[in-house]
């Protein structure tokens, strides 16, 4: 049983990482196809997390801590296509 759970794992890593990469890939098309939509999503991800950052939230703080990290991941990953849009090379 533990040999089965230890594929089960590598194969939700496996597949969590392949989804990371597409997200990625998706990201770096669309700011290549509508720059200026992106630099709203951006914008907006940036407010979710200085939003999410000033309130008190009333769950735990494991829950506050993930969706933290969630909101910031979104926020720098929009943020790098930005500037590879500004700086194209």
Known sequence: MSEDNHSSTRELVTRVATLELLVADLIDLL????????????????????L?????????????????????????????GRRAVATPG
């Open 52 to 80: 999410q950052n000033s309130r008190v939230i009333a769950a735990a703080e494991q829950h506050r801590d993930r969706l933290f990290s969630v909101l910031q991941t979104r926020r720098r990953k929009l943020e790098r």
């Open 31 to 50: 700011w290549r196809v509508d720059p200026k939509a992106m630099d709203t999503l951006a914008g907006e991800a940036a407010r979710d997390l200085e």
